[in-house]
């Protein structure tokens, strides 16, 4: 079975930084595209950056870049999201999920809350 | 950005009784390789996204068969034969042929 399993979240100042992290089971990790996708609370979905199989290729959503980093660990069937800079605009739920283009399988999500 | 506009955005619907969701987007989903990545997603209270279709019509493993996706180029339908109580949820159409990969406002359907 496929699993998702996000990690990493918490309540955080503004201009402070957080890793989330998100560990994959249940299939071959590296041979998916990786994507992260947030959700403020009370709102809709948006997301904010994915990464090839081979960490060669990543691309973010304008809001984030320069702040954010998404990498992954083939090896520990692992996706990060290194996020710095953090805004009380960066306060939602994020999700790891697989894929590219289609978004096959989502986590449970972890809820960053950016506030003094 | 393409722009993803879902319609209505609150769908009362009785139980037994067909529903649709209308999603429409600013540019032409076609992609370069000839797929149209139009996806849609359920979100049920309290849980994560979960895909239902995937490229405008195929519909997930395990996902009933009372859930169709339709629609080309711009325009496109989530529809929903018999609505049952566990269709409750809010339900997004998202596009992957550009980026960014953006997602529509969301459709929230509920039992009248």
């Known amino acids: 079975e496929v699993q998702l399993v996000e990690s990493g979240g918490g309540l955080v100042q503004p201009g402070g930084s957080l890793r989330l992290s998100c560990a994959a089971s249940g299939f071959t990790f590296s041979s998916y595209w990786m994507s992260w996708v947030r959700q403020a609370p009370g709102k809709g979905l948006e997301w904010v950056a994915n990464i090839k199989q081979d960490g060669s290729e990543k691309y973010y959503v304008d809001s984030v870049k320069g702040r954010f980093t998404i990498s992954r660990d083939n090896a520990k069937n692992s996706l990060y999201l290194q996020m710095n800079s953090l805004r009380a605009e960066d306060t939602a739920v994020y999700y790891c999920a697989r894929d590219l283009r289609v978004l096959s399988k989502w986590g449970q999500g972890t809820l960053v809350t950016v506030s003094s | 950005d393409v722009v993803m506009t879902q319609s209505p955005l609150s769908l009362p619907v009785t139980l037994g009784q067909p529903a649709s969701i209308s999603c429409r987007s600013s540019?032409?989903?076609?992609?370069?390789?000839?797929?149209?990545?139009l996806n849609w997603f359920q979100q049920r209270p309290g849980q994560s996204p979960r895909r239902l279709i995937y490229?405008?019509?195929n519909r997930d493993s395990g996902v009933p068969d009372r859930f169709s996706g339709s629609g080309s180029g711009t325009d496109f339908t989530l529809k929903i034969s018999r609505v049952e109580a566990e269709d409750v949820g809010v339900y997004y159409c998202m596009q992957g042929t550009h980026w960014p990969l953006t997602f529509g406002g969301g459709t929230k359907v509920e039992i009248k």
């Open positions: 490229k405008v019509s």
């Open positions: 540019q032409s989903l076609v992609h370069s390789d000839g797929n149209t990545y």
